[in-house]
């Protein structure tokens, strides 16, 4: 097993030093993440995803006239 890295330790603070650099990785990849479009599913995969986990044909029925009445399409403000 490897060992993890030392953290380097403030004596006078009495807390580790803060590195800047593990900061700006973790900002960068959210960053990225959200500019690639992964971050929240498409409504087509979200569909796809629900149709998916029918147990039978009838139940896959039922499913796809409540995609196509629009059950994730509809708006929030819809009543």
Do not use: T
């Amino acid at each position: 097993m490897a060992a993890l890295p030392a953290r380097r330790w403030n004596a006078a603070l009495r807390r580790p030093i803060f590195n800047p650099r593990r900061k700006d990785i973790i900002m960068f990849n959210l960053f990225k993440s959200l500019i690639s479009g992964k971050a929240f599913p498409r409504i087509a995969e979200l569909e796809r995803a629900y149709l998916e986990a029918s147990v039978s044909r009838i139940d896959l029925e039922r499913r796809q006239r409540e995609v196509d009445g629009g059950l994730f399409r509809r708006s929030s403000f819809d009543l």
